[in-house]
């Protein structure tokens, strides 16, 4: 039998999830968007902070899973960028 406890911090978990899987398909939404106008999609801080303002429940959001998300974000592009200028079959950091 699951406590009342474990039901509660399923709840919270969930919220959390739920959170940080809108906020990460906005950031992207925009940033494809971005994309295809511009040709670029800038992940510096200050841009995604102002993407996670323009999303219709950001206040509403975990601010927790809002922050991570964005941070991730920002280092996924980051790797991405430093993979694509290494020479091909070239060992990456740390692996």
């Excluded at 992207?28 to 219709?56: C, F, I, Y």
């Excluded at 927790?64 to 020479?87: C, I």
Aim: overall charge positive.
């Amino acid at each position: 039998m699951i406590s009342l406890r474990d039901h509660i911090r399923l709840a919270r978990y969930l919220i959390l999830i739920f959170c940080a899987t809108k906020v990460y398909n906005g950031v992207m939404w925009h940033l494809r968007r971005q994309k295809e106008e511009t040709g670029r999609a800038d992940v510096r801080r200050s841009n995604l902070n102002r993407l996670l303002a323009t999303l219709p429940r950001a206040k509403g959001y975990y601010s927790m899973s809002v922050q991570l998300t964005r941070d991730e974000k920002a280092g996924v592009a980051v790797v991405l960028r430093v993979a694509k200028e290494r020479p091909h079959g070239a060992p990456s950091a740390g692996f």
